[in-house]
């Protein structure tokens, strides 16, 4: 029903940015929160950032300051402008969204960031 293409990513120095993308695609009508989650090297896969309709934003503490997403409504893309990198960040990452009535997850095929120092 909805379909999620990531862009971006790549290598980054420590200290830099990188931009990435998501352009969703299919039935969007039900589709409130949008999102990217991230996992890195043996672990979980966590929230970075997410961002509804209507503009709220949240974010996880380990991104807040250096991180910023926004979303177009017309085009139906989040982005992701991630500054200040650190190699924590190094991971991949995924974007994500949310059916409001079935609750239901859709995710990207992820796009993988690395960070160096």
């Known amino acids: 029903q909805v379909q999620l293409m990531e862009s971006g990513g790549g290598l980054g120095q420590a200290g830099g940015s990188l931009r990435l993308s998501c352009a969703a695609s299919?039935?969007?009508?039900?589709?409130?929160?949008m999102g990217w989650y991230r996992q890195g090297p043996g672990n979980q896969r966590e929230l970075v950032a997410t961002?509804?309709?209507?503009?709220?934003?949240n974010y996880a503490d380990s991104v807040k300051g250096r991180f910023t997403i926004s979303r177009d409504k017309a085009k139906n893309t989040v982005t992701l402008e991630m500054n200040t990198l650190k190699p924590e960040d190094t991971a991949v990452y995924y974007c994500?969204?949310?059916?409001?009535?079935?609750?239901?997850?859709?995710w990207g095929q992820g796009t993988q960031v690395t960070v160096s120092s």
């Open positions: 994500n969204a949310n059916d409001i009535w079935t609750d239901r997850n859709y």
């Open positions: 299919g039935n969007l009508f039900r589709i409130n929160v």
């Open positions: 961002i509804t309709r209507d503009g709220t934003t």
